[in-house]
């Protein structure tokens, strides 16, 4: 969600928390356990009623659609556009062009670009994504794919850059942070 408000940012839009004032509606959902798919069905058709006001774009991103695109493109024809995990790369292709807007660079989502939404202080710092424990009652490995680190000089960079901005607290995520690294460097 960061990213994503970062990159809208990037390419000079409004950012605004009132729906009611929104021309562009994203709605970043999870598609982990029950109560949560229906949580995000729930927001979603809440926030297509926008469209009868001001709102023009309904986008729906995240788990649930990974996990479920095609189904939803079937039953909410409400939304513009369903974005999946494994499309964030083209985020910004898609959205520039579901709006008609030319854009002189493609923007992808970046750790480094973010808004942060936790306050002054506090920022969360991501140092792996996915899971490979395969787990019988878990779905990520299936929604986010196997666990990748990301390198270490990216971490430190984005470190940097939040202690720089005055964030004193950096809570270190993962679906699985006990196996940070050891894809990459083995231990």
Do not use: H
Not at 22 to 50: D, P, Q, R
Not at 52 to 79: F, H, I, W
Not at 118 to 132: F, N, P, V
């Amino acid at each position: 969600t960061e990213m994503c408000i970062g990159v809208f940012k990037k390419e000079k839009f409004e950012i605004v928390n009132n729906p009611e004032d929104a021309e562009i509606i994203v709605v970043n959902t999870c598609g982990f356990i029950e109560s949560a798919k229906e949580e995000a069905i729930n927001c979603i058709l809440e926030m297509a009623e926008y469209k009868a006001k001001n709102c023009k774009y309904l986008v729906a991103m995240g788990c649930l659609v990974q996990r479920y695109k095609e189904d939803l493109e079937k039953a909410l024809p409400e939304v513009d556009l369903f974005i999946s995990i494994d499309e964030y790369e083209n985020f910004w292709e898609k959205v520039a062009k579901l709006i008609n807007k030319e854009s002189k660079s493609i923007n992808t989502l970046d750790y480094l670009d973010r808004v942060i939404s936790t306050g002054d202080t506090t920022a969360y710092l991501k140092i792996a994504e996915g899971c490979s424990n395969r787990c019988t009652y878990c779905a990520i490995p299936y929604i986010r794919g196997p666990f990748v680190s990301r390198k270490m000089e990216e971490i430190l960079e984005e470190a940097e850059m939040l202690a720089k901005k005055g964030y004193k607290e950096l809570i270190v995520i993962a679906q699985d942070t006990t196996k940070y690294g050891i894809d990459l460097y083995g231990e």
